[in-house]
């Protein structure tokens, strides 16, 4: 068999020069998405500009050309090369026109925003009110987007949640104590959900569940009994009360010694795994190509693997479940 | 909503007690695949005896009981606990015979095989010789089985590899030198590709391919011409001539320093990462519940997310092919 | 030149048996110093007993035999395999003296203590009430002990901060933004102080020291018109106010956005690095030839490269200051 | 106490701009050393130029000033920012003319290299011949420079070979084989050393020593008699036919299953551990002090927390011996 021949992609909305852009949080493999934008657009004649700081460069005019050697060694980085930040101005009428302004200054046919489905709401209102198309690369660690199976930078995340938890696990079997130890997930619980499995937690609380505590505290008597030795609680940050909250409920009720241990910060940063770069590589290539194609007002998202194209406002309309499936698995699982 | 609430899984082949052996080269999840097993066994209350040194352990009896406790604090350990072998023994049919019949003496109603196929061969011999019940379990980091996405051990070999790259990249970067780094595929080139794309290769050789050579030394010095401080090139271990051979004729072939590195074992240990751990939960707990199903003769896989089962013969006779859509991504983005 | 040939050591106090326990908090690198103890042992003819759960199991006669083959695969584990715990009774008389007819019935010519200056005043009492010959080795991650360049533990906790330190600039130069970071660090300001220079950090705060806030927020706000991409401030956590404290005066004093990342328990446990695993390989070693040498009432320590011996009591009445010249460096990198 | 304050450094020399190279191989922690020049000169009102690509560079006056700001976010980067490569024209009195000239040229009052004894060579020509003061750092990751007790790049370089260690014996042990593992170090079994001590193996062989294949092997004998799983046997690569021999013998002595690793390049590259940037850190500073003391032909080095000046032609006339307490205490703790 022979290699695959890369041959160039139709053209038919005519596009010469596309813009990109990192919004909200920033996630590992941000910069691989960037790269895989800049190196499509290449490849196939396009020119990229980077925008920097998100909305809130973009309603400035922070636009500069990058090419091609510009992402030389980033793809490995955390973080965004084109920084991120929260623009209130965005939100009003008058910040998205001056953005828009600026994109048809500088002969922009096409804006790829990367975040999460807030900022895909600041790129739809740019779509619709001045017409510029737009298209939605799924960066959030929370992967709590609607429409792709995995968002860029969750691998990542859950790899420092888990390597966290398996040092607290060294302490915690040490002393035997219960660790309670929270990730990040505002709204959704799937970090939580693969930490607990990963991690051989013995429980875990997420914010779609409404576990009640009473039988938290009879899972952890009866798994001090077993004879366990050190027990893990994996809490999301979404969950009410939190993993202080947890942590308190439990040590009144078993009255054992009860660490709690929240993760933080360090879950959104490092050097992304090789899933989230590939991810990132895959769907900056097809956000490209999605704008080549015409298509506006989608997120690009994997399913499978299939590239797929959700619209925007489903993004934050409809809800992804957690794995219900492997919600189950780690309740076995922590027999 | 509410927790899903685990609840029994019905039993009609009536089997009290299950067997697991680990087989072949080892992988990192194994461990969590033979936990998974475990537990998922005592939640159903059935028993499991772990054999030691794979099917050259059967054949001689190395059969005893684990309990949940005993795999305590295994799921981020590398290896196996149950140790593997070669076994020329198992080639024979008096060495089946000997291990059938250690398995009914120890009242054991169905065998749980994690390897790959070449493993799975030698249990459906079993099966068929025997009678007795038998599923694998896809554990090998090569990632060649058909019918499962993913085999437990690849996405860390993945990760070690893609680590060892960026290693090699600070130093190819610094010397502006050209790497060629050869990763494990003995048959298939599924880490090779990825690593491919995480790693921002330049080229990538894999046995499913056969690229002129002399197409990658005009990209690599295309690449030198474009400015590129220092290229990495990926070779699967299964290409003729392997790495060795393809630093030789780059080297010959642009008169440019080429440093060339085997990565060899490295890629087989350390701690397994989340989804490795994660894959080997689900696989181990579905092979549980074939066996309780009353199925026997498949390996349990996954695809997409769902589980499903495969005849152990199309494991070894069908392929599974790499994914041509990343192949061609990963040659665009390294314009 | 020939190889070293490890000869046996002599053994004036007729020592045939020794005892080891870990007690405090875990550190990684306890469980390479109980295994030299062992092997040292073992390759001098000694036996040893591990005592399990530090005084508190003393005093319960919590022991039993450990060998050289127990310890295998031991060396790279976090945590502590003799497990430790806080003890009351130990503080009584009577609890002593239970542990000393415990090592007596048992025939234990001399005990070994790994932890810090708390235990080793316990270890003290039953030397003075009871006679019992006994070693100190420095196993704590704070490295505030008198007497040794460095604790067993100290190198991993640093290395695993100065990871989170990484992780959070890559989150804090995307943003922009100001992260104070607090780390372990109760009474001293090494693992501050080591962090700050390897981190790169704009400030550190450390218990030593009174750093007016005014300066910091001074040093920050000067940063920032030099066009540093967010600034990273160090605090041990035994700094009046903490993390929290410092962040939220930078906060007001500045009116920057400011986040505060307290990185806890994952400090503790982990892997040991090289260093940790080779210090505490000595110090087992050196603490079993002291006894065996007939000293008594020491802690093992390593100055330079050589093995010293400090009276315990001096553990807690001195103190180990920071190294001033690193402090000096810091400020002047930050520049 | 009160904080330490850092005061302008006397310049009794004069000087007003210096020049910064790395040279020879890369090492983990170069990137450190280099930013510790540029803000230790930035603190002190002095301007720095960085050299690309070494002696090289030098020769063809690739020469520019770099401020404190093209030092962010370089501390925990691997390589050389400033590049490296071998120059056969520096070994010709007109090329260190050439450098000698461009140097004047730009004013500059003093050269600092980062790099081995090589390196060193070449700088102390520069010295003699042209009377342009210079100073060594020592950069290299085998450790093997006489006048300082450790060398920047060689922590990072024997945490990379433990981590790979780590990752075999998980196989090792699973499959009950032996593994043989070459380790860099051409002339010195440091790293070998450090590795063998910290990997808990069986072996260690190095260059400064002549131990007959035959002790090794009844040595590998005994241990699969004493029931060890698996043994790690390390080989610096300086040894007499390498790990390959090693191997070749133990496998032919003992009939018993060996693996040969050679861990090779990877060991030079990756983010440097705390240590190697602790160091890069003093010894930068103090490099720069060096010049401003009017100091020349000496490198600065670490002995116990002292910096130190040894002249340069010592750097490769003298040896630095390996540890021989920690070599005896290897041997010991394989029993």
Redesign the interface.
Known sequence: ????T?TRHPNPAGIQRVAVL?SG??A?GMNAAI??VV??A??EGLEVMGVRRGFSGLHRGELRLIG??DM??T??????IL???RSATWRTPEGRASGAQHLRDNGVGGLIVIGGDGSFHGAKLLEQEHGIPVIGVPGTIDNDLYGT?HTIGY?TA???A?D?V??????G????RI?VIEVMGRHAGHIAL??A????AEEVFIP????PIEDVIQIVKDSVK????GSIVIVAEGVPGGAQGVGDAIQAGTGLET?V??????Q????P???D??LA??LG?AAVYALMDGVSGVMVGR???D?IHTPLHETWEKRKDV???????A?????
């Open positions: 068999m022979t290699e695959p890369p990192t949080g920033d590992p790269r895989a190196r499509t290449a490849f091609p050697r030389a060694n793809i490995q980085r955390g973080g965004t920084l991120t930040a199976d691998f859950v790899e420092t888990l966290a398996d040092k607290l696990r060294d302490t079997a040490s002393h035997e660790f693969d930490v499995v990963a991690g051989g779609e569940d409404d576990k077993k004879g366990k030795m660490r241990s929240i993760l933080g910060h360090i959104r940063g490092g050097t795994v090789s899933s770069r590939i590589s895959r290539e399913r499978g693997g590239i794995n219900r499936d492997l919600y189950r698995c309740m076995k699982l922590s027999v």
